[in-house]
Nanobody
Framework: QVQLVESGGGLVQPGESRRLSCGASGFSLEHYAVGWFRQAPGKERAFVSAISWSGGSIYYADVVRGRSTISRDNAKNTVFLQIDNLKPGDTAVYYC???????????????????WGHGTQVTVSS
């Protein structure tokens, strides 16, 4: 079964860091571009970060740029997203998504990706 599985969410204090993982099951992520999106209650799904299949192109949303790092470890078949200095506004369900073809859609668009995980909840609260 082909699927993406996110992990690493939880309850964190403001100012703390969290590393989220996006693991692939049933296929290799090696030639897939991967994006991270998040959805807060009552809001639309929003782009967070993305990485090309080679790792040579990386994108961040303004709200996390400078305190977030996306990386990939093909040997572990996993893409990571670390967010530092977490704020209550970062509270959301975080989803990863993947695509193995160039469909000419921008990395920040959720429509670029055709495989999605079920999400992991990150709650930032004191």
């Amino acid at each position: 079964q082909v699927q993406l599985v996110e992990s690493g969410g939880g309850l964190v204090q403001p100012g703390e860091s969290r590393r989220l993982s996006c693991g692939a099951s049933g296929f290799s992520l090696e030639h897939y571009a991967v994006g991270w999106f998040r959805q807060a209650p009552g809001k639309e799904r929003a782009f967070v970060s993305a990485i090309s299949w080679s790792g040579g192109s990386i994108y961040y949303a303004d709200v996390v740029r400078g305190r977030s790092t996306i990386s990939r470890d093909n040997a572990k078949n996993t893409v990571f997203l670390q967010i530092d200095n977490l704020k209550p506004g970062d509270t959301a369900v975080y989803y990863c998504a993947a695509v193995d073809k160039d469909n000419n859609l921008p990395a920040i668009s959720p429509f670029r990706y055709d495989t999605w995980g079920h999400g992991t909840q990150v709650t930032v609260s004191s």
